[in-house]
């Protein structure tokens, strides 16, 4: 059974946090020119979207917060599905996406317009059932195959970082577990809340403890559009009557404006749950 904490809603998060007439329109303009909010996200990480296997419920930092957003601005909420989060980046560039939430990088910075930091997050990897590899220090060794996202940071960073291994790029995070079931990989690099929910899904799978990064994630929106960077404040200003949290942002694998990003997200079922119960040693409830 999860904590209370961990069962706050994206409606009672953000309750507190209200446009005045005045910045919705502004925010509606700029953003939602036409009428709707174009929110672009991929299937397999609670950073974007992940589907309850359960009860079929989509969940989501990218998901919750745009159609949040989309409801404050009085505009119909478009989901715009992509397989990874370069693409979403790329059809933001070329005026297909309105909102979504990515890592802030240097690199990224030059095509889409980024708000400051929501939250930050570890990277870490993901090994397969009876996999010999039992800890970070042994994915150094020579010859270790890395799957990573294709097109994402991981996949510019690990070879600096592994320059002994061999990077494999997998096209989605589904891939990516048949590639670590199948043999083809040893190892799978990205965010840990995307490694626990891939967990989930491979039996005996293991996400090893520590971290080789990290992760900035902000709300991204398209060039041009500056004006309304400051938008993550929207949501900030919601948490302001809550609990804080108790546990330790270490332990969870992110660090930031927990309170504010990450409970406001509606991400209680996805990202804290899994981080939570699966660092401890626990099955996620």
């Known amino acids: 059974m999860c904590p209370s904490i961990l069962k706050l809603s994206l409606a009672a998060a953000i309750t507190a946090s209200i446009f005045t007439g005045a910045q919705a329109q502004d925010m509606r303009e700029i953003l939602a020119p036409k009428g709707k909010l174009r929110v672009g996200v991929y299937l397999g990480s609670p950073t974007s979207m992940v589907r309850d296997s359960k009860t079929g419920e989509t969940h989501g930092l990218s998901f919750d917060l745009g159609r949040e957003l989309a409801k404050r601005l009085d505009v119909t909420f478009e989901q715009v599905n992509y397989q990874r989060i370069s693409d979403v980046l790329e059809g933001m560039k070329s005026g297909g996406v309105d909102f979504t939430i990515s890592n802030s990088t240097p690199a990224r910075a030059a095509i889409v317009a980024f708000s400051q930091t929501l939250l930050t997050i570890e990277l870490g990897y993901l090994v397969p ?125 992110f660090e930031g404006d927990v309170e504010g990003a990450v409970s406001a997200a509606g991400v209680g079922q996805t990202l804290r749950r899994r981080v939570t119960a699966q660092e401890r040693g626990r099955p996620a409830a």
Request: glycine share 10%; with cysteine.
């Open 129 to 253: 059932a009876a996999s010999p590899i039992a800890a970070i220090a042994d994915v150094e060794k020579p010859g270790i195959r890395v799957g990573v996202t294709q097109g994402s940071t991981s996949q510019g960073t690990i070879p600096k970082l592994l320059p002994n291994a061999t990077v494999i790029p997998a096209p989605n995070y589904k891939r990516a577990i048949e590639m670590l079931e199948r043999g083809e990989i040893d190892v799978y690099a990205t965010n840990k809340p995307t490694l626990f929910e891939m967990s989930d899904q491979m039996p005996g799978s293991k996400v090893l403890d520590g971290r080789w990064g990290e992760e900035h994630l902000a709300i991204a929106i398209a060039k041009g559009r500056e004006r309304c960077a400051g938008i993550h404040q929207s949501f900030r200003r919601g948490r302001a009557n809550e609990r804080p949290a108790r546990a330790s942002r270490r332990a969870r694998g």
